[in-house]
C-alpha cells in the first residue's frame, strides 16, 4: 500500500503545486510586483511531490531486492537467483516499472528547473500537469498489485535483457524522454507569456541533452541488437526502435531549429512546432508500443494492459494543447526572412531542419501505418524496404549539408568562392576506390559515400579554421559522415555462408581459414560454447565463442553471436541450433506407469515423503525401474523442498540417461520427470554455422559514439554557458517587468 | 524568388511521390491463407502452429513447418535461414512472405511468446 497511497499522494501534491505556481504565474504576468509576496507554496509543493514519488520509485526497487514475489510485477521480471544488477535492473524491465523510471527522471529535473526558481512558474505549471499525467499512468497501472497467492520464486528477466546494456539501454532513453517534456513545458510557457525570445536560451541545453540521451539509447540497442540477437544486423526498423529513433530525429531538428532562431528569429515558428512534437512522439511511440495495438505486427511490443485509451487520450490532449497554443500566439511571433540569401549558415541550417523532419515524417508515417491502415479496416504493415528506400535519399542530403556548412565563415557568414575547394573534388574521385573495391556500384551508395568522404574531410579540415562550427558540433557532423559510411557499407557489402563443420575440421571462407574447436559447457550449467578458431591473414589468430544459453527447462533457448571485431571487417558467426531430441521434457507418469524413451523403458513405482513434520526440509522420493537390453536398473531421484525453494536431485541411470523430477502429485500419484539421453547429449562434434563478413561495420559504432559525444559536450557547454549568463538574465527579466 | 519557390515546390512533390509510391509497394496486408493466395505482393498472415513436430529442411538452411491461420485454414510454410528462438513454444506466429508454389514462403517469421511479460523476443530477418 505503501507504493500506492504515495503516488496517490504524489499527484494530489503535484496538482496543488500546479495550482499555486499558476497563481504565481498570473500574479508575475499581471506586473504587480508592487507587492511581491513571493509564494513559496509551489516549490515546496512539488518538493513534496518529489519526496512521494522517489519514496514509490523506493518501495518498488525495495520490493524486488526483497524478493516480494508477491508482487506481481516482481514475480513476473525477477527471481530469486537473479544477480543484484539484473535485480535492479528489473524494475525497468517491465512497462510499469519503466514508467516508474521516467517519472523518477521527469521528477529529478523538476527538482533542478526549481531549484532557487531557475524556471519560471509558468514552466512549472506545464512541467507539474506532465508530471501529473505520468503519476495517473502510474495510478491506473501501477507496479503495485499484488498477486492472489504467495509465490516462492518469481519469473524472472528474459535471458535476452540479462546483458549490461541493457541494464543502461533504458534509463538512457528515459532521461531523453523527460527531457523533452522540459522542453515542452519550456515553448508552452513562451506560447503562454507571449515572450517569444528569452526561453529558447534555457531551453537549448535541455535539447541537446536529451537528443544526445535519445541517441546514445538508440546506438546501445542496436549495438545490443548486434551482439545478442544473432540476427545478423542492428536495425530492423522495428515499432520500439522507431518510438526513440522519431524523437530523436525530431529533437534533432530541434536542436538545428534552435540554432537557426537565433540567427533568424522567424524560424522560432519551426522552433515551437518541434518543441511540441518532440514531447507528442514521444508519447505517441509509448502509446503505439505499451497499447497493444501493434501486438500483431511485432514481437517486440508490450502486451496491451489496459492504458491505451489514456496513453492515446494524452497524446491527443498535448498535442491539442500545444497546437492550441501557438495558433494562437501564431500572429505575435517574429515575422521576416527565414534566411539572407542562399550563400548563407542560415539557409544550411533550415534545409538540415528540413531533411530531419522530412525523415522524421517518413518515419513516423511507416511505424504508425498499422495503426492506420486498421483503423481503414484492411490492417496492412510496411516492410524495411520502405524505410531503407526512404532514408538512402535523404541521407545523401544530409551528407551534402555537411559536406557544405564548414565552408561558412563564422564573421561574412559567406561561403569562400566554391573554386578555392577545388581539392574537393579530388577527395570525392579518390574516394570512389572505396565503393568499387567493395563491390559497390549502385549510383546512389556511391554518391552518398563520396558525399560521406568529402563531409568527412571537410569537418576535420576546415570547420575549426573558418570557425563556421564549434568543436562539439565538429565531432557530431563527422560522427554522423562516419555513420552513414557504416551504415551504407556494411549493409550493402555484407556477405553471408553456411558451413558445416565436424569437430577439428576446417574451411576457409572470406580468406579466413575456420576450424571448429567442439563445445564446452559453462562451469554453472547455464549454456555452452561453442569454439572456432579463426586465423587468417591481417587477423589475430583467436577463438571465438558463440554462446548459447538454456532457458528454466535445460533446453537451449536464446544464442549469442561470435563476433571477430576487425578495424575493417567484423566476422560474425551464429551457430544453428539443433533439434534437441536427446532432452525430453515434462513426462507424466502414474504410479506404475512405463513409457519407452530412446531405447529405454521406464517404470514409475511409487514416490514417499522423507522428513517433513518440524523440519524446514522436505524431500519427495520417487522409485522408478529402468529396462534396457534385458538389464533392469532401479533409481531413486529426489526432489527437495528447502528454504521455500525446490532442488532437484537428478539420478543417471544405466550409465547414460539423467531423469530428475520436475513435479510431484502426492494425491493423484503422479509424477512429471525430465530426461536427458546424454549420449546423445555429448555427441555435439558437429555444427551447422553461418559466417558473415561485415566490413566497417566498426564504423556505425564509432560513429554513434561521435554523435553521443559531440552532442553531450554541446550540452554540457551550454548548461555551463547559461548557468553564467542566469543571473544577469535573471536582473533583466526583472527590470523588464517594472518597466 | 518565384523561380525558387517552383523549385521548392517541385522537390517536396517529388519527396511525396516517392514516398507514396515506396509506401503502397512495401505494404503487407495482414490476411487469412485463403486471400494470401489471390495476392500476388507480400502479405502477412498469423497463425497458431499445427504441431511441434518440425520439419527441417536443407540440412538446417530452411525450416518447414504446418501453420493454422485463423479462419482454421492450413499452410506449409517455408522460411529460409535458422529456426527462431521459441518457434515451438509460440503462442502465435505471424509469417510474412509470399504464397507460391502451395506454400507460403516466407522471408520474415514473428514468434509470439506465451507469456505476455517476456516482453523482448526480438524478430528475426532473413538478410
Not at chain 1, 526502435?241 to 534533432?252: D, I, M, Q, T, Y
Not at chain 2, 506449409?76 to 529456426?83: A, P
Request: proline fraction near 3%.
Amino acid at each position: 500500500m505503501i507504493g500506492y497511497s504515495s503516488l496517490f499522494l504524489s499527484l494530489l501534491v503535484t496538482c496543488i503545486a500546479a495550482f499555486s505556481y499558476f497563481n504565481l504565474h498570473l500574479v508575475s504576468t499581471r506586473r504587480r510586483l508592487g507587492k511581491e509576496r513571493k509564494s513559496n507554496l509551489g516549490l515546496q509543493c512539488y518538493r513534496s511531490s518529489a519526496i512521494l514519488a522517489g519514496l514509490a520509485a523506493g518501495y518498488l526497487l525495495y520490493i524486488i531486492l526483497d524478493n516480494r514475489f508477491d508482487y506481481a510485477y516482481v514475480f513476473s521480471y525477477s527471481s530469486r537467483e537473479l544477480a543484484w544488477p539484473y535485480k535492479i535492473s528489473a524494475f525497468w524491465a517491465g512497462q510499469q516499472g519503466s514508467f516508474m523510471l521516467w517519472l523518477v527522471f521527469h521528477v529529478i529535473y523538476g527538482l533542478l528547473l526549481s531549484r532557487k526558481n531557475d524556471a519560471p512558474a509558468g514552466v512549472m505549471v506545464i512541467y507539474s500537469v506532465l508530471q501529473a499525467m505520468l503519476l495517473i499512468v502510474l495510478l491506473v497501472k501501477g507496479p503495485f498489485m499484488l498477486l492472489d497467492q504467495q509465490q516462492s520464486d518469481g519469473v524472472g528477466l528474459s535471458p535476452l535483457l540479462q546483458d549490461f546494456l541493457m541494464i543502461i539501454h533504458p534509463p538512457i532513453i528515459f532521461l531523453g524522454y523527460a527531457g523533452l517534456a522540459v522542453v515542452f513545458a519550456y515553448a508552452l510557457e513562451g506560447l503562454f507569456s507571449n515572450k517569444h525570445k528569452t526561453w529558447t536560451t534555457a531551453a537549448l541545453p535541455w535539447a541537446l541533452f536529451s537528443w544526445c540521451a535519445l541517441g546514445a539509447g538508440v546506438f546501445i540497442g542496436g549495438f545490443w541488437a548486434y551482439k545478442v540477437l544473432g540476427w545478423g544486423g542492428y536495425w530492423s526498423w522495428d515499432p520500439v526502435e522507431n518510438s526513440s529513433f522519431v524523437p530523436w530525429l525530431v529533437a534533432g531538428a530541434l536542436v538545428h531549429s534552435l540554432f537557426w532562431a537565433r540567427l533568424k528569429p522567424t524560424a522560432l515558428k519551426g522552433t515551437y512546432l518541434a518543441s511540441i512534437f518532440s514531447f507528442v512522439t514521444v508519447l505517441y511511440g509509448t502509446f503505439l508500443t505499451r497499447s497493444g495495438v501493434l501486438s500483431d505486427f511485432s514481437t517486440h511490443s508490450f502486451a496491451d494492459e489496459g492504458i491505451g485509451r489514456l496513453l492515446a487520450g494524452l497524446v491527443l490532449v498535448t498535442l491539442f494543447c500545444g497546437l492550441v497554443m501557438l495558433i494562437i500566439r501564431w500572429p505575435n511571433l517574429p515575422e521576416g526572412q527565414l534566411y539572407s540569401s542562399i550563400n548563407s549558415r542560415e539557409f544550411v541550417l533550415g534545409c538540415s531542419v528540413l531533411v530531419l523532419t522530412v525523415m522524421s515524417i517518413v518515419v513516423f508515417i511507416g511505424m504508425s501505418t498499422p495503426l492506420i491502415t486498421l483503423l481503414m479496416g484492411n490492417p496492412s504493415n510496411v516492410s524495411g524496404s520502405f524505410y531503407n528506400n526512404m532514408s538512402l535519399p535523404l541521407a545523401t542530403a544530409l551528407v551534402m549539408l555537411l559536406t557544405v556548412i564548414p565552408m561558412f565563415n563564422n564573421h561574412t557568414n559567406k561561403a569562400a568562392k566554391i573554386k578555392q575547394y577545388w581539392w574537393l573534388a579530388v577527395i570525392g574521385l579518390l574516394s570512389l576506390a572505396l565503393p568499387f573495391k567493395l563491390g559497390l556500384y549502385r549510383l546512389m551508395i556511391v554518391g552518398t559515400i563520396i558525399f560521406s568522404v568529402t563531409a568527412l574531410i571537410m569537418n576535420i579540415t576546415i570547420a575549426r579554421r573558418n570557425k563556421s562550427l564549434s568543436l562539439p558540433a565538429v565531432i557530431a557532423h563527422a560522427g554522423l559522415a562516419i555513420l552513414v559510411i557504416g551504415i551504407l557499407v556494411s549493409s550493402a557489402a555484407s556477405q553471408s555462408v553456411m558451413l558445416t563443420l565436424d569437430a577439428q575440421q576446417s574451411k576457409n571462407v572470406f580468406e579466413t581459414k575456420f576450424t571448429y574447436l567442439g563445445t564446452k559447457q559453462t562451469s554453472d550449467g547455464s549454456g555452452f560454447y561453442q569454439e572456432f578458431m579463426i586465423e587468417g591473414e591481417g587477423i589475430e589468430s583467436s577463438v571465438i565463442r558463440p554462446y548459447t544459453k538454456y532457458n528454466k527447462n535445460g533446453k537451449p533457448s536464446t544464442r549469442e553471436p561470435g563476433i571477430y571485431r576487425g578495424w575493417l571487417a567484423d566476422l560474425y558467426v551464429v551457430p544453428v541450433i539443433e533439434q534437441d531430441d536427446h532432452v525430453v521434457q515434462g513426462i507424466v507418469l502414474h504410479t506404475g506407469e512405463n513409457i519407452l524413451q530412446n531405447g529405454v523403458n521406464l517404470k514409475f513405482i511409487g514416490m514417499q515423503t522423507l522428513g517433513g513434520n518440524g523440519n524446514s526440509e522436505m524431500r519427495m522420493q520417487a522409485l522408478f525401474e529402468a529396462t534396457k537390453d534385458g538389464k533392469t536398473e532401479n533409481f531413486k531421484p529426489e526432489l527437495v523442498y528447502k528454504n521455500n525453494n525446490f532442488i532437484r536431485i537428478p539420478v543417471i541411470v544405466l550409465g547414460q540417461y539423467e531423469v530428475s523430477i520436475n513435479g510431484v502429485n502426492p494425491m493423484k500419484g503422479m509424477i512429471n520427470i525430465d530426461f536427458i539421453d546424454q549420449a546423445i547429449a555429448t555427441n555435439t562434434d558437429r555444427v551447422q554455422v553461418e559466417i558473415s563478413h561485415k566490413p566497417f561495420i566498426s564504423l556505425v559504432w564509432l560513429g554513434g559514439i561521435l554523435i553521443t559525444l559531440g552532442s553531450g559536450w554541446a550540452a554540457a557547454n551550454r548548461f555551463i554557458l547559461y548557468r553564467q549568463v542566469l543571473p544577469s538574465r535573471r536582473s533583466q527579466h526583472l527590470t523588464s517587468r517594472i518597466q | 524568388m518565384k523561380k525558387r519557390h517552383v523549385i521548392g515546390i517541385g522537390i517536396i512533390a517529388i519527396v511525396i511521390i516517392f514516398c507514396a509510391v515506396s509506401l503502397k509497394n512495401s505494404l503487407t496486408p495482414y490476411v487469412t491463407f485463403a486471400q494470401a493466395k489471390t495476392i500476388s505482393g507480400s502479405v502477412q498472415v498469423r497463425g497458431v502452429l499445427v504441431s511441434e513436430q518440425m520439419v527441417m529442411t536443407d540440412g538446417g538452411k530452411a525450416v518447414k513447418f504446418k501453420l493454422l491461420d485463423e479462419n482454421g485454414q492450413e499452410a506449409i510454410i517455408v522460411y529460409k535461414g535458422t529456426k527462431p528462438d521459441g518457434l515451438e513454444q509460440a503462442a502465435s506466429i505471424v509469417a510474412i512472405g509470399k504464397y507460391q508454389n502451395n506454400q507460403f514462403v516466407a522471408e520474415k517469421l514473428l514468434v509470439k511468446c506465451p507469456s505476455k511479460y517476456q516482453s523482448s523476443q526480438g524478430s528475426v530477418n532473413n538478410k
